[in-house]
Nanobody, 127 residues
């Protein structure tokens, strides 16, 4: 059983940057598709970014495309979400998710694709 653990959240001013990290508790990330989702108060969970394990291909939600980058560090066995040009509407709890299946690429944006979820880390964008 793998348990993702997120870190790196916090308070940042609009226009600032933040990098979230996700550790897979000792399990190799190379065997998982990985993704970040977020959920703001009163809203549904939203797809942010995903990285396909087989090809390394990356996919992004429309609201973060061009500002956020998902990446993996094989040596550290961590996955990151680099967030730039942050906006107040990016405020949410961010979740790391891992999935062992082999879905088609379009399914990588669905929460049901992922079996393992972290507890989340709060990101607040405010002046």
């Amino acid at each position: 059983q793998v348990q993702p653990v997120e870190s790196g959240g916090g308070l940042v001013q609009p226009g600032g940057s933040l990098r979230l990290s996700c550790d897979a508790s000792g399990r190799s990330l190379s065997t998982y598709n990985m993704a970040w989702f977020r959920q703001a108060p009163g809203k549904e969970r939203e797809f942010v970014a995903a990285r396909r394990r087989s090809t390394g291909g990356t996919y992004y939600g429309d609201t973060v495309k061009g500002r956020f980058t998902i990446s993996r560090d094989s040596a550290k066995n961590e996955v990151y979400l680099q967030m730039n040009a942050l906006k107040p509407e990016d405020t949410a709890v961010y979740y790391c998710a891992l999935g062992a299946g082999n879905p088609i690429s379009s399914y990588l944006r669905y929460a049901s694709t992922y079996e393992y979820w972290g507890q989340g880390t709060q990101v607040t964008v405010s002046s």
